[in-house]
């Protein structure tokens, strides 16, 4: 599928587990990024660092948004960046295409592995995690999970900048009518 790596399926929605993702930029460095211990197979603990799980989110996660909430303590903002697709207007909320434009958001840094089955269960069923290419400020490049929407879309009209911010302003940030 064009590389791209689909989370792990389980039986329940809460129990899609992620791995480790890995800045592709390796001339650069870890970016600032921080490297949990990964467990080894003998039981203990290995010093090889692994490293952080990155979030891209494009709509209701960002911040100021209802969803950010989800994320808010368990994930620390990096920067923006922009990913390969198409953004479509849900009402409510926006979805993620495949597609060949670019859609910008927010990346974030995984604080507790537990948060990302539960952005799946708050996500929902129309929603499928992946990893995916995020192009940073300066033009570096990180694999990140983010959610494609693969619901109906009788009702979706398309963003064509791929800016959500831009069509939906958080509430705090729209203009009083």
Do not use: K
Not at 10 to 33: E, Y
């Amino acid at each position: 599928m064009g590389g791209l790596e689909r989370a792990p399926q389980a039986p329940q929605r809460s129990g899609r587990p992620g791995g480790p993702v890995a800045p592709l930029d390796h001339a650069r460095g870890s970016g600032g990024l921080e490297r949990a211990p990964q467990a080894s197979g003998r039981g203990g603990r290995d010093h090889a660092p692994r490293r952080a799980e990155l979030l891209f989110a494009y709509g209701t996660l960002m911040q100021g948004y209802f969803l950010h909430r989800v994320i808010a303590d368990r994930a620390t903002y990096l920067e923006s960046g922009s990913v390969r697709g198409a953004l479509v207007d849900l009402g409510r909320y926006p979805g993620l295409l495949e597609g060949n434009g670019r859609v910008v958001g927010e990346v974030y840094r995984i604080e507790t592995p537990e948060l990302l089955p539960v952005v799946d269960r708050e996500e929902g069923y129309n929603f499928q995690r992946y990893r995916t290419l995020v192009t940073l400020g300066g033009g570096r490049r990180v694999r990140a999970w983010a959610y494609r929407y693969r619901g109906p879309r009788e009702r979706a009209t398309l963003i064509a900048d791929g800016d959500y911010r831009r069509v939906r302003p958080p509430p705090a940030c729209r203009p009083r009518t």
